[in-house]
């Protein structure tokens, strides 16, 4: 039997909320699929570093380094800056983890109506680099506080970067049997980071990929084809901010952001993966009990599917659906009343019918 070291981090605000009832299922899950998950909560949220001043212990990500895979709710609290929750606790993880890769499906869900007047089923994943590209370290303030303050802010793009990235969304496509890649710069705005992203991602797709169609837009036509024709896309690939852009896009036309979930993925698998829901903390409904787990849940299933856990992964999805199918069991966001308990209990009663 298999068995895989997970470590959990829930976090801060919905966090624990939603992953309590992702550890329910990926508890049955187990059962029904007969692996093994060793899960090991950590604590490192806004309130630990209120106690300790920094977001996780020093020897922190020397900790996390022998896990299969990382699962993560959500970081963010009013008392602490963002710039301290992204830098020191999301950005390291994705960075010397080398989670080059931010995945996300953006696929219609049944009984959710997708604010775009054409209802056609909306299915493709969006491959967002994320380790380098304008969000960036470096740069600086000059002339601080006076008039001609000026800042800068500099995109960093690497040819090593850009190839890997585009590996990546190229073999996924091959190995889900997808026949299109599209890429979206702005180069002829952004002209040094984002031309050196063309020519290399449209040689790799040429050497390597030659049996796949692909395709080049700007960013800015891009989303107004998100808009207008969603379901003439498979896979689509993007830098850093443009990726993190076109993905709550995505969210936003199928549905919303209590079910997206994305994989920060590391393909060689030398250090964890880490798997999170789209949505942050939510404090504005933190603690009430009504926050939807379905983003969490699918981000848990994603986590199966790079274990290697297919079926399982499958049988999540599965009874997501099926729940939304039969559409008894809402939350609020998307027009129900139901708890985030009670959603957590359909879908585990959903998984358990399913043989
Ligand atoms: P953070 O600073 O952590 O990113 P935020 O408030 O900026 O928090 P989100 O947490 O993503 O951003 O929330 C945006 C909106 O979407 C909020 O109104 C929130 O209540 C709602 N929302 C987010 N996640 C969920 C969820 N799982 N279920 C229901 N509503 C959600
Ligand atoms: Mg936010």
């Not at 790799?204 to 700007?218: D, I, K, P, S």
């Not at 933190?286 to 790079?306: D, T, V, Y």
């Amino acid at each position: 039997m298999n068995t895989y070291q997970i470590a959990v981090i829930a976090g801060d605000g919905i966090g624990p909320e939603v992953m309590e009832q992702a550890l329910r299922v990926l508890n049955a899950a187990e059962r029904q699929d007969n692996f093994r998950l060793e899960c090991k909560e950590f604590s490192w949220n806004s309130e630990y570093y209120l106690k300790h001043g920094r977001m996780m212990p020093e020897d922190g990500m020397e900790r996390l380094k022998s896990f299969d895979a990382i699962l993560f709710g959500a970081i963010g609290d009013a008392r602490v800056p963002d710039e301290v929750t992204i830098w020191e606790l999301i950005m390291p993880i994705r960075k010397q983890f080398r989670q080059y890769v931010n995945f996300r499906p953006v696929k219609s869900l049944p009984g959710i109506p997708s604010p775009l007047a054409n209802g056609d089923h909306i299915d493709f994943v969006i491959f967002r680099e994320n380790a380098e590209g304008e969000y960036s370290d470096s740069g600086g303030r000059l002339y601080a506080g006076q008039e001609g303050e000026i800042a800068v802010q500099n995109t960093i793009m690497t040819r090593a970067g850009v190839e890997r990235i585009a590996r990546a969304a190229g073999s996924y496509a091959e190995k889900h049997g997808l026949k299109k890649v599209t890429s979206a710069t702005k180069s002829n705005a952004v002209i040094h980071a984002n031309k050196l992203w063309d020519e290399h991602v449209s040689r790799v797709m040429a050497e390597e990929f030659g049996g796949l169609e692909f395709e080049q837009y700007y960013v800015d036509a891009l989303a107004a084809y998100f808009v207008q024709r969603p379901q003439s896309f498979e896979v689509v690939l993007a830098s850093n901010l443009f990726g993190d852009i076109l993905s709550d896009l995505g969210s936003g036309i199928v549905g919303g952001l209590g079910l997206s979930p994305s994989g920060n993925i590391n393909p060689e698998k030398d250090y964890p993966s880490m798997f999170e829901p789209v949505h942050g903390s939510a404090p504005d409904i933190a603690g009430k009990g009504i926050a939807n787990p379905i983003a969490q849940i699918w981000s848990a299933a994603l986590m199966l599917e790079h274990l290697g856990e297919h079926k399982a992964a499958k049988r999540i999805l599965e009874a997501i659906e099926a729940v939304l199918t039969e559409g008894a069991v809402r939350t609020k966001d998307i027009g129900g009343d139901a708890t985030t308990a009670q959603m957590g209990e359909a879908i585990l009663l959903a998984m358990k019918k399913k043989k």
